[in-house]
């Protein structure tokens, strides 16, 4: 099996096996196209307890031309890469036989995202395996692209704060911020963010039409912010009546003066040889701002910003699919780097308009 230390020689070399963990999910679902349309990976095996031995298309439709069929997760196959789409809390249960499959651990869930056990006292429910938080490498490519050729053992950033911190991140770059201002931040997200499992609050009675504050205050991707920007925001998210998509406002006051010029400086040095990451500031048309609807089913995201000189504001927005950039996309751009690959393999598609909900 090709190893991490193979990145160099990957772009020429044969596929590379890949399972997907959890894949009966939105977000595993997600992968097992992404992975299926792959120049450089062979899906070999997708896992489901629920689904076991049905095929990909019974449970995906996008999928009903695949002949593989969801495997008990108990009997992992051996690959070179597992992308782990489980619930919190099941990777760091189950991460050595991950690791004893794959020689490339590429996990989608906040299990390895922070740096430390107390943080994960601190945000959620501590942690059962901290031997190897100081192993992961934090994947959001645009801001810890320098990490991750090599690593073996990934942790793709949540939906939330990765378009958090795409908008945020140029700022602190630009010396724009310093982490002594206050920053809000209100982002609203998609029912595929709850997952592919019904509840009360998502059945369509409950959750079509709605603008639901669901986390005002203590939301865990608050930790991921901290740990990248080095600074607390004051965030809070809502529910609303949309399938895909997060959408971040972020309220700036920067303590001093800032000219719409710092502000293009500032994105452009950022992300102008990004090539998943769109300024969309203020132009004409309909969509003047970042959208949701506008990346729908791309590992693209859109930020842009708008300054407010009477109140010393600056408004910035950011839009991602949160199943794409805000996670499936984002693993498998994350697993390009790593293996050294071409960043943009896979995950061409540049969307569709007009759609309908997103």
Not at 160 to 167: E, P, R, S, W
Not at 335 to 344: H, Q, S, Y
Request: hydrophobic fraction near 40%.
């Amino acid at each position: 099996m090709a190893t991490a230390t193979d990145a160099e020689t990957n772009t020429s070399a044969e596929a590379l096996s890949a399972t997907v963990i959890g894949a009966s999910g939105f977000t595993g679902g997600e992968l097992l196209r992404l992975l299926a349309g792959h120049p450089n990976f062979e899906l070999a095996q997708a896992t489901s307890r629920e689904y076991t031995n049905k095929t990909l298309g019974s449970v995906h439709p996008n999928l009903r031309g695949s002949d593989l069929r969801f495997s008990e997760p108990s009997d992992l196959e051996s690959v070179d890469v597992l992308f782990a789409a489980t619930p919190h809390g099941i990777s760091m249960e189950h991460i050595d036989s991950f690791r004893d499959a794959a020689d490339t651990v590429v996990d989608l869930s906040a299990d390895f995202r922070l740096d430390t056990e107390e943080e994960y006292d601190e945000w959620y429910d501590g942690h059962s395996c901290p031997e190897y938080l100081d192993e992961a490498v934090y994947a959001l490519p645009e801001l810890t692209r320098e990490e991750l050729p090599g690593a073996d053992l990934i942790a793709a950033g949540g939906c939330n704060a990765t378009a958090t911190l795409l908008g945020l991140s140029p700022l602190f770059d630009a010396g724009i911020l310093f982490g002594s201002e206050q920053v809000v931040v209100d982002v609203k997200v998609g029912s595929s963010e709850g997952g592919a499992t019904p509840s009360k609050a998502s059945s369509h009675v409950e959750r079509s039409g709605i603008v639901r504050p669901y986390a005002p205050t203590g939301h865990r991707h608050e930790a991921e912010i901290k740990g990248i920007l080095g600074t607390s925001v004051s965030f809070t998210a809502h529910a609303v009546d949309m399938v895909r998509g997060a959408s971040a406002t972020c309220h700036v006051f920067p303590d001093s003066p800032v000219s719409k010029g710092d502000l293009w400086k500032a994105y452009r040095e950022a992300y102008e040889d990004e090539p998943f990451v769109r300024l969309v500031a203020g132009g004409g048309g309909v969509y003047r701002y970042p959208e949701p609807k506008a990346v729908a089913g791309t590992n693209y995201a859109e930020v842009g910003f708008e300054l407010d000189p009477s109140n010393k504001r600056i408004v910035v927005f950011s839009a991602i699919d949160n199943l794409m950039k805000g996670s499936a996309g984002q693993a498998v751009h994350a697993a390009n780097v790593a293996l050294g690959f071409e960043e943009t393999a896979g995950l061409e598609f540049e969307g569709l308009h007009p759609v309908g909900s997103p």
